[in-house]
């Protein structure tokens, strides 16, 4: 039975703009075509407005028909009641811009509202203001105060979309909508609260008009994931591989499609790792099976991923790139093999998709780990040939198809009576890899006609004193105070300041205190104005249950001079955790009283919000003396943009510049960091060999080197014809001397 969402009465003269969207379990008909769909996510915010439409007609080329994005919350309503959905052709913010870019390149969009999004994007998306301005409310579950936000948020995003007419109902590319993301991973947390929130955010969605237009989805919602669907929307499965979903969902939702919302054909990578790779055969292999087993819609999450601007980047500790290995790589490249062995599997299932519509797949094995589903329609038969053997020993099926392990081949041919005769294979998950070409990977030569001037100091902060009175960004208090409350998140430091009477000459006093890790801290200790220590506490827990205030206890040692000492901490946030339940309990910062020796400090905190110039201008309050360590330093450089910069692909390389934060005129590049991954774990992992249940630590390279070095430079932040200024903003110095290239990023 064909289930309709929408059916519009509208005047003669709209008519021919708008569409019907409709399902059954195995097809959807979408302005009246049936189609499978097959998507793939790309974040808005993670690319700027120039560079939209390429990579949507690079997603195009690739086979894809849809396009996924979340809408971030805290990226629209920044300030409590202050929405900001700009309608600027520059601004990476600009939504309705961004869908439109879409539609014009042929693809439909599945908006996912929120309002939570994880997307390794800091706070999962949802404003700091909610947990620091409502302490009371819980996050996620059946909270009043929280429904009523959320239902705001959701309100005012349905109104700017609709008023944009993009809506399946006015002709636009909108041909379903997602409220919140994978709760059903977390339900288990919140008891009864969180069976009646999923209750109430599915009819919400079901009475709100907009379900009257396109179909509601949640993912992760049920069926074995601890939870259970509501019945008035459909649920998903997000994994590397879903195929084994179907059949559970099928019985629990006869009448639904099958949606698999997240493929990962890759995975994002963190400070300190080498980078993950997930072999093309592998992601291949699970799209295949995913169709074979019955599905109709397959979105990969990422199709691209992008870069994380400014501090929008969650975890914590991710690095600033969010390539996530797919097939259109940061830059906008084609990442082979994987872009063309995934571009000849959609075509290959958009092929036969007309066979495949009209029945449930015909499921059989061939002996030990080879199965075969079948389709057949009128003269027409459809094979997937599986082979989910580990072992490296081929399924041979019909004496002529040798099937390699973990993998799936598409056969073709004449029906007649129940059997397929006169097969032909169109497609291999493996056979298929020497048509898809070799591998390319990414090159950075120094752009030399893009001459850098020597890094010049522009200011070096000063180290505050416990004398330092109250202002507009400095706090006194009996105790410390924690971080997020100070800051609202709109920066990465806060500085705890106090004076300490020794009684005595020490090389080692132990400093002591709670430090909250929910935005992976980094800690510098200056003992009147002097660089004496450095810590980092991370936490790489996703269970705030578990781990439910994320402190831990730090003993530092810190030499001190008989008599008065100015002690002070400088507390440095790397993005706030992104997944798991109850993140209106993320804390950042001091969470206790500090020690020294034992001696609770009880003269006040003096609290300092901020990095003098940080937002780009370089503009300081105070300018302290140079210090030896080269730590809080502010460095600038000029130069003059190429003419041809708006056709040019270009990196900053900062390898050599520590760990801070880096502007291009203006423009928050991200944060910055030479940290190394480990010696060892690598292993580049062979894609005709590949087999087993992929999942991030098996594939990985760059073992020993830095987790990343250069760093992208949208051209739209250049200065056509004129000169740019690079600033960068060194919180903890690097090794050797200090040096930036711009480099020309190419594929090889």
């Known amino acids: 039975m064909l289930l309709p969402i929408v059916s519009v009465l509208l005047l003669a003269l709209s008519l021919t703009a708008a569409y019907e969207v409709s399902f059954d379990n195995r097809r959807w008909l979408i302005d009246g075509q049936e189609t499978f769909l097959i998507g793939g996510s790309f974040h808005y915010p993670r690319a700027t407005p120039d560079e939209w439409p390429a990579i949507f007609s690079e997603m195009k080329a690739n086979g894809l028909n849809l396009i996924q994005t979340y809408v971030f919350w805290d990226l629209h309503e920044p300030t409590e009641g202050e929405y900001n959905f700009p309608d600027d052709p520059k601004d990476p913010a600009n939504l309705v811009l ?12 599945h908006l996912r509202v929120g309002p939570y999004a994880c997307a390794e994007w800091t706070n999962g998306g949802i404003p700091v203001w909610m947990e620091t301005h409502h302490k009371d409310s819980i996050f996620r579950t059946d909270d009043d105060f929280w429904l009523q936000k959320i239902e705001d948020f959701w309100d005012k995003t349905f109104e700017v979309v609709s008023d944009a007419g993009l809506m399946a109902s006015a002709g636009g590319p909108i041909v379903m909508a997602q409220i919140e993301n994978e709760y059903g991973n977390i339900e288990y947390g919140y008891g009864s609260g969180g069976a009646a929130y999923v209750k109430k955010v599915a009819d919400y969605a079901t009475n709100h008009p907009i379900s009257k237009e396109v179909p509601i989805v949640m993912c992760q919602q049920g069926e074995g994931v601890g939870s259970t669907p509501p019945e008035n929307v459909i649920n998903a499965c997000n994994g590397y591989y879903c195929d084994n979903w179907i059949e559970r969902h099928a019985a629990a939702n006869p009448d639904h499609p099958h949606m698999f919302t997240e493929n990962w054909p890759g995975w994002f990578q963190k400070w300190g790792e080498a980078v993950p790779h997930r072999p093309a055969s592998d992601v ?23 870069t994380s601007f400014g501090r929008k980047v969650g975890g914590p500790n991710i690095v600033t790139s969010y390539d996530y290995d797919v097939a259109i790589n940061e830059y906008g490249y084609r990442a082979e093999p994987k872009f063309s062995l995934l571009t000849m599997l959609h075509k290959a299932i958009y092929s036969v998709q007309d066979v495949m519509f009209t029945m449930e797949p015909l499921s059989s094995t061939n002996g030990t780990n080879c199965e075969i589903q079948s389709y057949y329609k009128e003269d027409k038969c459809v094979l997937f040939l599986s082979n989910i053997g580990l072992d490296g020993e081929e399924c041979e099926f019909y004496g002529e198809f040798k099937i390699p392990s973990w993998s799936t081949s598409i056969v073709v ?25 070799v591998a390319n990977k990414l090159s950075y030569g120094e752009a030399e006609d893009i001459v850098v001037g020597e890094l010049a100091v522009k200011s070096t902060v000063a180290v505050p004193t416990s004398k330092d009175a109250a202002s507009d960004n400095v706090v006194l208090n009996e105790s410390p105070l924690e971080q997020l409350a100070l800051t609202d998140d709109f920066t990465d430091y806060v500085w705890y300041t106090f004076n300490y009477d020794s009684p005595a000459d020490s090389k080692a006093s132990v400093l002591e205190f709670e430090l909250a890790t929910s935005g992976g801290v980094g800690l510098m200790v200056f003992v009147d104005g002097e660089l004496k220590n450095t810590e980092r506490a991370i936490s790489d827990s996703t269970s705030q249950l578990e781990d439910i205030n994320y402190a831990t206890h730090l003993s530092i040692s810190i030499p001190l001079k008989e008599g008065a000492n100015d002690i002070s901490i400088l507390s440095t946030s790397m993005g706030l955790k992104n997944y798991g339940p109850y993140l209106e309990r993320n804390r950042v910062g001091i969470v206790s009283d500090i020690l020294v ?9 003096v609290h300092t919000v901020g990095m003098d110039g940080e937002g780009g201008a370089g503009v300081t309050k105070r300018t302290g003396k140079a210090r030896s360590d080269k730590s809080l330093t502010w460095y600038t450089t000029t130069f003059a943009s190429p003419a041809d910069i708006a056709d040019r692909v270009v990196g900053v390389d900062l390898s050599a510049m520590g760990k801070g934060a880096a502007y291009l005129n203006g423009n928050h590049i991200g944060r910055f960091w030479d940290m190394k991954a480990k010696d060892e774990g690598c292993n580049a992992c062979d894609e005709k060999d590949y087999t087993g249940g992929y999942e991030a630590a098996r594939c990985r390279t760059g073992c020993g080197e830095l987790s990343q070095t250069v760093y992208k430079l949208p051209s739209i932040w250049f200065n056509k014809g004129g000169e740019n200024e690079l600033l960068l903003f060194v ?3 690097g090794e050797g001397d200090v040096e930036v290239k711009i480099v020309d990023v190419k594929m090889m």
Request: with cysteine; aromatic share 14%.
């Open 98 to 109: 961004f869908l439109q870019e879409a539609q014009k390149a042929g693809l439909y969009v």
């Open 284 to 306: 291949a292999f699970s799209v295949a099976r995913w169709f074979a087993k019955g599905g109709s819609f397959m979105n990969y999450y990422m199709a691209f991923g992008g």
């Open 413 to 437: 041919g004449k029906a007649n009576n129940g059997q397929c005769s006169g097969m032909e294979e169109i497609y291999g998950t493996k056979t298929s890899l020497e048509e898809a070409g």
């Open 597 to 605: 020796d034992g001696k609770v400090c009880d003269g006040g905190i």
């Open 731 to 733: 919180e903890e110095a």
